[in-house]
C-alpha cells in the first residue's frame, strides 16, 4: 500500500474516485500483492526441481492416459477427500512434470506442499536418526496439505529404509492427508523395493486403497527428442 499510495492518490484526484473506493483499491492491491508473496514462498520451500504447468504437458503424446481424470485431478477435489493419485510409467514420459504441475497448482489453490524423491526422502529421515532430528524432518512430509513422491522405487531399500518410508505414507493414510506418487516400476514389482514383505504389503495396502493409478507408456520423450535433434543433424 505504501508502494501504491502516491500513484493511486493522483489517479483518485484525476478520476474523482471517492474515498472509500480509493481505500477499497489499495486495500485490494495489498491483498493481490500478499497471495502472490504467499504463492512465491510456498513454491520455495516445496521444492520443486523445476516449474511445469499442466497447460505445457501434451496429451497426444500419451493417448493411453486417461486426460479427463488427470484434468479432474487439477480440480484439487481429491486433497479435500484425503484420496491420492500414481503415476506409473517408463522412464521418461512426463510424470514428474504432472507432479510439478499438480503441485503448483494446489499451491494456487491455497495448498501446501512438498515435493521430494522417494530415495531422497528415505535417506533424509534415516540420516536424522542420527542427530536426534528424526520428529522435525517427518514433520516437514507429515503437514503440508500435498505431499508429491517422486521416482518411487528406482532403488532398493533395506528394511530399516522402507521403515521410514512406511511411517510417512502411515501418518499421511491415518491423518487422510494426500500424497501422490511416480514410479517407473510396474505394479508388479513394487515389493522388490522393500526389504521386508510384511512392510512391503501394509504400506502397498495403503498407497494403493486411496491412490488412483493412472498409466503412462511409450518412448522417453528425452530419448524422443534426441532421435530427433540427430535426424537434423
Not at 500414481?86 to 507432479?99: I, R, V, Y
Request: aromatic letters at 12%.
Amino acid at each position: 500500500m505504501a508502494a501504491l499510495y502516491a500513484q493511486e492518490a493522483e489517479t483518485a484526484a484525476a478520476r474523482r474516485i471517492s474515498y472509500t473506493e480509493f481505500l477499497q483499491r489499495l486495500a485490494e492491491a495489498e491483498a493481490a500483492w500478499r497471495r502472490q508473496k504467499t504463492i512465491e514462498r510456498r513454491i520455495r520451500v516445496a521444492g520443486f526441481p523445476f516449474l511445469r504447468t499442466l497447460d505445457q504437458y501434451d496429451f497426444s503424446l500419451q493417448p493411453k492416459l486417461e486426460e479427463r481424470a488427470v484434468r479432474e485431478l487439477f480440480t484439487l477435489s481429491f486433497i479435500r477427500g484425503g484420496s491420492g493419485a500414481l503415476f506409473c510409467g517408463p522412464q521418461g514420459t512426463g510424470k514428474s512434470h504432472l507432479l510439478v504441475a499438480l503441485g503448483l497448482a494446489a499451491i494456487s489453490g491455497g495448498h501446501r506442499v512438498k515435493y521430494v524423491r522417494a530415495n531422497d526422502l528415505v535417506q533424509e529421515l534415516y540420516a536424522s536418526l542420527a542427530d536426534r532430528s528424526f520428529k522435525r524432518r517427518l514433520k516437514a512430509y507429515t503437514v503440508p496439505s500435498l505431499l508429491l513422491i517422486d521416482e518411487f522405487g528406482h532403488l532398493l531399500w533395506d528394511r530399516d529404509r522402507a521403515a521410514l518410508f512406511f511411517e510417512v505414507v502411515s501418518k499421511r493414510y491415518e491423518a487422510q492427508a494426500s500424497f501422490v506418487m511416480s514410479s517407473n516400476r510396474d505394479l508388479s514389482e513394487w515389493e522388490r523395493v522393500f526389504g521386508d514383505p510384511t512392510l512391503a504389503s501394509a504400506t502397498l495396502d495403503r498407497i494403493f486403497h486411496v491412490c488412483k493409478v493412472f498409466l503412462t507408456a511409450g518412448e522417453s520423450y528425452r530419448m524422443r527428442s534426441s532421435k530427433r535433434d540427430a535426424r537434423r543433424s
